[in-house]
């Protein structure tokens, strides 16, 4: 086993006092960048990366890897406790995490997501260690029909397996889709819909609207029914963290599922939003009780969370061997390999061992640390849902502004950001569901792209979505998810005549 | 122009003495000599994370803070949403605003063409221009053409025609397409993705038969032996001698023209603080750059990316942006990428 051996070298790299607590130190920055909303990872690494011009590449992609990590554990903390995701892919983990943390049991729906993200970057490291070259030259069979498969993919899995009414889903998904048309538009070189403002040249972020749409909806609906937040203290110590870990086991099919998802579509770019939505509409569809999804359930926070995790995990090895940054963070790193002097590329692996194997011992350490350290501060975090609403919603609508603020340095985006939230109030109110509408302004641009792309290439053959196995399967899976609730409908049916004849 | 050197420590006491000065009264009206940024100094970005142009901040970034160029923290800024319109828009909304500049390509003359943004080189108060990009012809390793030659055999007869991926839509690399399909009389479908590295790496997975990309874009996948660098767009070959794919340098790439193939087209770097800026703020950056230049942290990019060096300033610099912006301006007419026109 020569991985084994590179591996065992990287370990012995990583294993000193200096880079330990360096590691340490990126820990706790990442959690506490992850909890404010808006400036999460890409940002907190972006203002962190010139501390490290100094050091060796491996302290530094150790430390800025170690940030990364923390962020993510702490964007789980906001989806949870205050309804607000710190990044792309933490949405799905507000779904059934937040309404956990009202029904009193943050502290369980925090050991979950955490543990689950372990487990989620755990696999994908696996995978990362022993099957590296031959998973990085997958990535490079994705062409534009393939990208675009994909996302029709989540969007046709929304769609079909949504559980609330469909055109009530269609209606989010189609706003949604309209909104990413604001800005340049990549393929014909033109703006769209920008009406002459220099503010919305950028177009709508993401981020922007997200914290809008699920955290200041989240305030307006709570001043309107009650003034106060819902989760009342439960009893919080360590021994709920044991409690929820004993429970694991039962849900090891969702998490073996998310994991095989999320390290499947992290080596295609973007691919972690994707997984986490995916991984929790599958949870939804294959669990034997469907009811309760979305009320807080155990499994709603595990599924996305392992699947989010494995994918930006894995979305970490077309960065090393292709080059190809899988999210906004891993770009931002790959900017930093550049100065460290090194060039992400197929060779990397060939002329860095040093520096590689490192940097994936680093993500066995990292991970290890990061949930022994996120976990030991689950009371601390619960604890901030005993405030009086009156306290606390004031620092979430700050936090919120300086987030939305901080993301582009531009005060339109704060404005923008109230514009959603009142918009998230009007969807909650209408029963409209939120998630479609924002899993579209984050593809949408890329499956526009991509279907434009394919039919440039194709000279305007819609053929060439079935035109090579892997493409095939995607786009008919994607049909066969868009269309499943009248597939079953017409089997059970069928089985129904069936029966009736005989 | 007035011209003070200001070597690392010294700068602080040049300008303790010219403020007390003009608190004195005594040099009022004239502007203190050595004028240097008072806050942090923000460098503009004009694409996204990971691009060229972030690199080349972030080297920047690098040899200012570990040269101790400058007193103040410098800090990257992204504005590449619209294809960097936005970072041009900031930058002419900045007037007057000596704490940020921009790292400018081609962009100024293309995006006011091709998207009818309201902007204007001269908007701006050039600075200095620091480097040429140079553009390649590269096309698959496994695929059978070798040379110019044979790639324009084998495009002529292709049906459907050869696919050319390149950055964006109606800039450098689909005005070069259009070109190459003026030169060589074969079709060409170009398809514009968002970056130069997505157009790497859909030449190597064989969605693309070739790209127009820089050397820097294609520089790993070509030293793997994945794709192939048929010729350089240029009059002159590329000045590198050391070998960096298997047995090939820089400089063992033809040019097009040696090949008969008459296209020549470079990219300027440039550097632009926002307009209505005063002389002696624009003299500290001219410096700054001057400097910049010599730090091993700047030729070591410049070698690893094959960017081609080049130090324009003041007037000459202004000329070589009017001719350049005059020469875009006919090739975009030519190949029908006017606003208005198509």
Same mark, same amino acid.
């Given at each position: 086993?020569?991985?084994?051996?590179?591996?065992?070298?990287?370990?012995?790299?990583?294993?000193?006092?200096?880079?330990?607590?360096?590691?340490?130190?990126?820990?706790?920055?990442?959690?506490?960048?992850?909890?404010?909303?808006?400036?999460?990872?890409?940002?907190?690494?972006?203002?962190?990366?010139?501390?490290?011009?100094?050091?060796?590449?491996?302290?530094?992609?150790?430390?800025?890897?170690?940030?990364?990590?923390?962020?993510?554990?702490?964007?789980?903390?906001?989806?949870?406790?205050?309804?607000?995701?710190?990044?792309?892919?933490?949405?799905?983990?507000?779904?059934?995490?937040?309404?956990?943390?009202?029904?009193?049991?943050?502290?369980?729906?925090?050991?979950?997501?955490?543990?689950?993200?372990?487990?989620?970057?755990?696999?994908?490291?696996?995978?990362?260690?022993?099957?590296?070259?031959?998973?990085?030259?997958?990535?490079?069979?994705?062409?534009?029909?393939?990208?675009?498969?994909?996302?029709?993919?989540?969007?046709?899995?929304?769609?079909?397996?949504?559980?609330?009414?469909?055109?009530?889903?269609?209606?989010?998904?189609?706003?949604?889709?309209?909104?990413?048309?604001?800005?340049?538009?990549?393929?014909s070189g033109q703006?769209?819909?920008?009406?002459?403002?220099?503010?919305?040249?950028?177009?709508?972020?993401?981020?922007?609207?997200?914290?809008?749409?699920?955290?200041?909806?989240?305030?307006?609906?709570?001043?309107?029914?009650?003034?106060?937040?819902?989760?009342?203290?439960?009893?919080?110590?360590?021994?709920?963290?044991?409690?929820?870990?004993?429970?694991?086991?039962?849900?090891?099919?969702?998490?073996?599922?998310?994991?095989?998802?999320?390290?499947?579509?992290?080596?295609?770019?973007?691919?972690?939003?994707?997984?986490?939505?995916?991984?929790?509409?599958?949870?939804?569809?294959?669990?034997?009780?469907?009811?309760?999804?979305?009320?807080?359930?155990?499994?709603?926070?595990?599924?996305?969370?392992?699947?989010?995790?494995?994918?930006?995990?894995?979305?970490?090895?077309?960065?090393?061997?292709?080059?190809?940054?899988?999210?906004?963070?891993?770009?931002?790193?790959?900017?930093?390999?550049?100065?460290?002097?090194?060039?992400?590329?197929?060779?990397?692996?060939?002329?860095?061992?040093?520096?590689?194997?490192?940097?994936?011992?680093?993500?066995?350490?990292?991970?290890?640390?990061?949930?022994?350290?996120?976990?030991?501060?689950?009371?601390?975090?619960?604890?901030?849902?005993?405030?009086?609403?009156?306290?606390?919603?004031?620092?979430?609508?700050?936090?919120?502004?300086?987030?939305?603020?901080?993301?582009?340095?531009?005060?339109?985006?704060?404005?923008?950001?109230?514009?959603?939230?009142?918009?998230?109030?009007?969807?909650?109110?209408?029963?409209?569901?939120?998630?479609?509408?924002?899993?579209?302004?984050?593809?949408?641009?890329?499956?526009?792209?991509?279907?434009?792309?394919?039919?440039?290439?194709?000279?305007?053959?819609?053929?060439?979505?079935?035109?090579?196995?892997?493409?095939?399967?995607?786009?008919?899976?994607?049909?066969?998810?868009?269309?499943?609730?009248?597939?079953?409908?017409?089997?059970?049916?069928?089985?129904?005549?069936?029966?009736?004849?005989? | 122009?007035?011209?003070?050197?200001?070597?690392?420590?010294?700068?602080?006491?040049?300008?303790?003495?010219?403020?007390?000065?003009?608190?004195?009264?005594?040099?009022?009206?004239?502007?203190?000599?050595?004028?240097?940024?008072?806050?942090?100094?923000?460098?503009?970005?004009?694409?996204?994370?990971?691009?060229?142009?972030?690199?080349?901040?972030?080297?920047?970034?690098?040899?200012?803070?570990?040269?101790?160029?400058?007193?103040?923290?410098?800090?990257?800024?992204?504005?590449?949403?619209?294809s960097?319109?936005?970072?041009?828009?900031?930058?002419?909304?900045?007037?007057?605003?000596?704490?940020?500049?921009?790292?400018?390509?081609?962009?100024?003359?293309t995006l006011?063409l091709a998207a009818?943004?309201? *902007? /204007?080189?001269?908007?701006?108060?050039?600075? #200095?221009? !620091? @480097?040429? +990009? &140079?553009?390649?012809?590269?096309?698959?390793?496994?695929?059978?053409?070798?040379?110019?030659?044979?790639?324009?055999?084998?495009?002529?007869?292709?049906?459907?025609?050869?696919?050319?991926?390149?950055?964006g839509s109606k800039r450098e690399d689909h005005i070069?397409?259009v070109?190459?399909?003026?030169?060589?009389?074969?079709?060409?479908?170009?398809?514009p993705?968002?970056?130069?590295?997505?157009?790497?790496?859909?030449?190597?997975?064989?969605?693309?038969?070739?790209?127009?990309?820089?050397?820097?874009?294609?520089?790993?996948?070509?030293?793997?032996?994945?794709?192939?660098?048929?010729?350089? *767009? /240029?009059?002159?070959?590329?000045?590198?001698? #050391?070998? !960096? @794919?298997? +047995? &090939?340098?820089?400089?063992?790439?033809?040019?097009?023209?040696?090949?008969?193939?008459?296209?020549?087209?470079?990219?300027?770097?440039?550097?632009?603080?926002?307009?209505?800026?005063?002389?002696?703020?624009?003299?500290?950056?001219?410096?700054?750059?001057?400097?910049?230049?010599?730090?091993?942290?700047?030729?070591?990019?410049?070698?690893?990316?094959?960017?081609?060096?080049?130090?324009?300033?003041?007037?000459?610099?202004?000329?070589?942006?009017?001719?350049?912006?005059?020469?875009?301006?006919?090739?975009m007419?030519?190949a029908g990428f006017v606003a208005?026109?198509n």
């Amino acid at each position: 086993m020569e991985a084994l051996g590179l591996l065992l070298q990287g370990f012995q790299v990583l294993l000193t006092v200096d880079k330990l607590l360096l590691m340490m130190l990126g820990l706790t920055l990442g959690v506490f960048v992850g909890v404010l909303p808006g400036l999460g990872g890409p940002n907190g690494v972006a203002i962190l990366l010139p501390l490290t011009f100094s050091m060796d590449p491996t302290s530094a992609i150790v430390m800025l890897s170690c940030i990364y990590w923390g962020a993510l554990f702490g964007g789980a903390i906001t989806s949870i406790l205050f309804n607000i995701p710190g990044e792309a892919w933490s949405v799905a983990t507000t779904f059934d995490g937040y309404p956990m943390a009202q029904k009193g049991q943050a502290a369980e729906a925090l050991t979950a997501a955490f543990t689950s993200s372990f487990v989620g970057s755990l696999a994908a490291v696996l995978l990362i260690t022993f099957v590296a070259p031959s998973v990085a030259g997958f990535a490079l069979r994705f062409g534009p029909p393939e990208f675009f498969a994909v996302y029709l993919l989540t969007f046709c899995s929304f769609v079909g397996l949504g559980r609330e009414a469909r055109h009530k889903i269609v209606i989010s998904m189609t706003l949604g889709l309209l909104l990413t048309g604001i800005g340049m538009d990549t393929v014909s070189g033109q703006l769209r819909m920008t009406f002459g403002f220099t503010d919305l040249l950028r177009g709508i972020n993401f981020l922007v609207a997200v914290i809008g749409l699920f955290g200041i909806s989240e305030i307006l609906l709570t001043m309107e029914e009650r003034l106060a937040l819902r989760g009342h203290a439960a009893r919080i110590s360590l021994k709920v963290v044991f409690r929820t870990w004993a429970s694991l086991p039962r849900y090891w099919a969702t998490l073996a599922r998310s994991a095989v998802i999320g390290c499947w579509l992290g080596v295609t770019p973007g691919g972690a939003i994707a997984a986490s939505f995916m991984g929790y509409n599958l949870a939804k569809r294959f669990a034997r009780d469907k009811t309760g999804f979305g009320k807080g359930r155990i499994d709603g926070v595990l599924a996305p969370e392992t699947a989010a995790h494995a994918a930006g995990t894995a979305a970490l090895l077309p960065m090393l061997a292709l080059g190809i940054p899988g999210s906004g963070t891993a770009a931002i790193l790959l900017g930093g390999l550049m100065v460290w002097g090194l060039n992400p590329g197929p060779l990397m692996f060939v002329e860095h061992k040093e520096f590689v194997w490192g940097t994936i011992a680093s993500m066995y350490l990292g991970n290890v640390v990061g949930l022994v350290l996120v976990l030991s501060t689950v009371p601390l975090f619960a604890a901030v849902l005993r405030v009086p609403f009156a306290a606390i919603a004031p620092m979430i609508i700050v936090s919120c502004a300086i987030g939305a603020y901080a993301i582009q340095n531009a005060m339109f985006d704060v404005w923008l950001m109230l514009g959603f939230g009142v918009l998230g109030y009007v969807f909650k109110k209408l029963d409209i569901p939120l998630a479609p509408l924002t899993l579209a302004l984050v593809l949408g641009n890329r499956a526009e792209d991509a279907f434009r792309l394919s039919m440039i290439g194709s000279g305007g053959d819609l053929r060439v979505f079935w035109s090579n196995g892997l493409v095939g399967t995607l786009t008919t899976l994607a049909l066969l998810l868009l269309f499943w609730p009248a597939i079953t409908g017409l089997v059970s049916r069928a089985g129904r005549l069936v029966r009736a004849d005989a | 122009m007035p011209n003070t050197p200001c070597r690392a420590g010294r700068c602080g006491a040049a300008t303790a003495i010219a403020l007390t000065t003009s608190l004195l009264g005594l040099t009022a009206g004239t502007p203190a000599l050595a004028w240097e940024p008072q806050k942090s100094v923000e460098i503009v970005v004009a694409a996204g994370a990971g691009g060229a142009s972030d690199q080349m901040a972030r080297m920047l970034q690098a040899a200012i803070q570990k040269n101790d160029l400058m007193k103040q923290p410098v800090v990257v800024s992204l504005k590449g949403g619209a294809s960097g319109a936005e970072a041009l828009m900031y930058m002419k909304q900045g007037a007057g605003d000596p704490h940020k500049f921009v790292i400018a390509y081609s962009l100024i003359y293309t995006l006011p063409l091709a998207a009818k943004l309201p *902007f /204007d080189w001269r908007d701006l108060t050039p600075v #200095s221009i !620091v @480097a040429f +990009d &140079q553009f390649v012809l590269w096309s698959n390793a496994t695929k059978p053409y070798t040379d110019v030659a044979s790639f324009t055999a084998a495009a002529k007869g292709a049906q459907p025609p050869f696919k050319i991926g390149g950055t964006g839509s109606k800039r450098e690399d689909h005005i070069l397409t259009v070109f190459l399909e003026k030169r060589t009389g074969a079709k060409f479908t170009y398809l514009p993705y968002k970056s130069g590295g997505e157009a790497a790496t859909q030449l190597v997975g064989g969605h693309v038969d070739a790209n127009v990309n820089n050397p820097s874009e294609n520089v790993e996948v070509w030293r793997a032996g994945q794709v192939r660098a048929l010729c350089v *767009f /240029d009059n002159t070959r590329i000045a590198y001698k #050391s070998k !960096v @794919a298997a +047995d &090939q340098s820089w400089n063992d790439i033809p040019t097009c023209k040696e090949k008969g193939l008459d296209i020549e087209y470079t990219m300027l770097r440039g550097i632009f603080l926002p307009g209505k800026v005063a002389p002696d703020q624009v003299a500290f950056y001219v410096d700054l750059f001057k400097k910049i230049a010599q730090t091993p942290e700047y030729k070591d990019y410049m070698e690893k990316q094959a960017l081609k060096p080049a130090f324009l300033t003041g007037a000459e610099m202004t000329s070589f942006l009017e001719k350049d912006e005059a020469l875009h301006k006919q090739l975009m007419t030519e190949a029908g990428f006017v606003a208005g026109t198509n």
